[in-house]
């Protein structure tokens, strides 16, 4: 059987892959490697406190880069279905703002509802499902690093014809579709070689991915677990994501009672602290160079294990087994399959293909927490306004993100581990689906109640110019399902970071992270073909079908896999590096030295 080694920089084999040919991932037990300093016993496991790992000053940093780039992102993203779906406001600045004291809202374009649904659901679709093929060249090609460097120049040429797009004369004569469609999807493209890769570099930042033993002050002896450690890491993580998506607050007054070059200059100047802080960075990070993709070993293990077990076996008890070396090697068929990975790499790649089973279950959340297509923002058109945008009220989202998340951080998360209480990933995305669901019944409430007391009847989002042309709804009461819907985000997507880290191969990392962001990008293909029906008079059922669907999905999916939170969380450890200089990953210590990175 060949086996894979890291080599070390000056040439030695630093790491052997048959040290991790067992993975026993029962009930709160490690997988049988090799012993390393502070390892816990069984013992310990089942008994002992579990707390997370200090973080280092530098994850801090990345999660301020992540800052940046979405408040950037969500600063323009919410504007584009008032900018193509309204046309410029009668008696308005000439900016695009309305009249000041009317009930009428910012426009460019005057495209319609469909138009607006589409240009939305295309431009997210483009932000989530390019990341497989940028994913993929990071882990295979170019390393994260260089990949999030080149994301950034992107973005800020798009930011730039944007605001072009908001310039006087070429919204006066309706000459803004080119630039401005134009930097939609160049941000687009900027944002999907971005995003794959910042939470990976986060998390390789982490340097433990063991449980280990530790004594606090206080003398008392607790599991330093990786696990709770990740937990944390995200939770800051997906905390500046969601203050960078309050800056949408900013620029939906600036298109009300500014105008769109306001809108569109506020994203550009919270960019531009993106390449400073990089710069910064470039020597300071835990930097893994490219080691080539390992798809071609998945294919070629998926190929044995469908020629040796059928498509019958596929997903039942054994099937990865058939590609295992050993198995190979007791089945006396080491001359008919050429193997070069070891059985640990066979149990990363199930552990992969689980953890992809679970983002299959994520567009429901998706559709439920914001709505199917832009038909939030339409219902948003619908109610009483009295001077507010209407598209500020979907920044509820990240407001109750931004005040839950030290709450889960520092109150519930901590108080549960004190008293032993495991709530796993499960449990927490089963929690997420079951809000989501709450705040899909709400928009369904809400949209009922609109149309039953809107001016024009079931056609009161299409530019109702009867009466106040609103029903006698707040539009604050939108609040409600856009905050449950937020706070169920960190019960699903903050998981769901550390089971794309964790399951997947090293090398395949931004990959599988891609694949966890393509689960957003199927719930935007999903509003992109159903473009069509997403406008009156079908809202109500826009907004209830989905409440339905994710009541069922949540059931499904805890009964799936529940038995996941009885495992212990295992980090692969087996890396692929081609390029000389290599620190060991498993040890992690120190990022590369800028003479080593040279080399």
């Known amino acids: 059987m060949t086996t ?113 649904n589409a240009v939305t659901q295309s431009f997210s679709m483009l932000a989530y499902a390019l990341p497989l093929v940028f994913g993929w060249m990071a882990d295979a090609k170019t390393g994260r690093f260089k990949l999030i460097c080149w994301g950034v120049v992107v973005f800020g040429v798009g930011h730039v014809l944007m605001i072009v797009a908001g310039a006087k004369n070429l919204l006066a004569n309706g000459t803004t579709q080119a630039p401005y469609f134009l930097s939609v999807y160049i941000l687009a493209i900027g944002a999907a070689m971005f995003k794959p890769n910042v939470s990976p570099l986060l998390l390789d930042q982490v340097a433990n991915t063991k449980p280990m033993i530790k004594v606090l002050k206080t003398g008392e002896r607790v599991i330093e677990d990786p696990e709770a450690t990740t937990e944390r890491v995200m939770l800051w993580f997906y905390l500046m994501i969601n203050i960078g998506g309050f800056m949408g607050i900013a620029t939906a007054y600036s298109e009300k009672y500014v105008g769109w070059w306001l809108a569109f200059l506020i994203p550009l100047i919270l960019y531009l602290p993106l390449p400073l802080l990089l710069w910064f960075l470039r020597n300071r990070l835990i930097l893994h160079p490219p080691g080539g993709s390992d798809l071609p070993n998945i294919f070629r293990i998926l190929g044995i294990c469908f020629r040796r077990g059928g498509l019958k076996k596929f997903g039942r008890h054994g099937f990865w087994d058939l590609a295992k070396p ?29 953890g992809t089973g679970i983002f299959c279950f994520f567009p429901i959340q998706y559709l439920n927490d914001n709505g199917l297509g832009s038909a939030a923002s339409f219902l948003s058109t619908m109610l009483k306004t009295d001077g507010v945008p209407n598209d500020v009220i979907q920044n509820f989202n990240s407001i109750s993100i931004i005040a839950a998340a030290p709450v889960l951080n520092y109150g519930l998360y901590p108080t549960l581990r004190r008293f032993n209480i495991h709530y796993g990933p499960i449990a927490r995305i089963t929690t997420g689906l079951a809000m989501s669901t709450l705040g ?28 106040t042309g609103v029903a006698d709804i707040s539009i604050w009461f939108l609040a409600i399902p856009f905050a449950v819907g937020g706070i169920s985000e960190l019960f699903v997507n903050v998981p769901a970071y550390g089971i794309a880290y964790s399951r997947a191969p090293p090398n395949m990392r931004g990959l599988v992270s891609a694949i966890n962001l393509f689960s957003t990008a199927v719930a935007y293909i999903i509003g992109l073909a159903c473009s069509s029906v997403v406008t009156d008079p079908y809202l109500t059922w826009i907004f209830g079908g989905p409440a339905i ?45 800028y003479e080593e990175e040279k080399k």
């Open 440 to 467: 899909g019944v709400g928009y369904t409430l809400l949209n009922y109640y609109a149309y039953k007391l809107s001016p024009c009847g079931e056609y009161g989002s299409s530019d109702c110019t009867v009466g």
């Open 326 to 354: 050993s198995n190979i090697a007791a089945a006396g068929l080491e001359g008919q399959y050429k193997v070069e990975w070891s059985d640990q790499f066979v149990e990363d790649v199930r552990r992969t293909f689980q």
């Open 4 to 116: 894979t080694e890291i080599v070390a920089a000056d040439g030695s084999s630093n790491y052997d892959l048959e040290k991790h040919n067992t993975a026993n991932t029962t009930h709160k037990h490690i997988p049988v490697e090799d012993d390393y300093e502070g390892k816990p016993t069984q013992e310990e496991l089942d008994t002992l406190r579990r707390v997370p790992g200090s973080l280092p000053i530098i994850a801090y940093l990345i999660c301020i880069v992540e800052f940046c780039e979405r408040a950037s992102y969500y600063g323009v993203q919410p504007l584009i279905p008032n900018y193509v779906n309204r046309p410029m406001p009668e008696g308005g600045n000439g900016w695009g703002a309305p009249p000041r004291g009317s009930q009428k809202t910012a426009g460019a374009l005057g495209m319609g509802q469909s138009a607006a």
């Open 549 to 593: 669907a994710g009541g069922v999905l949540t059931v499904i999916f805890y009964f799936t896999f529940r038995h996941i939170d009885s495992e212990e969380t295992v980090f692969s450890q087996r890396e692929t590096i081609e390029a000389a200089p290599a620190e060991d990953s498993s040890s992690q210590k120190a990022p590369p030295t």
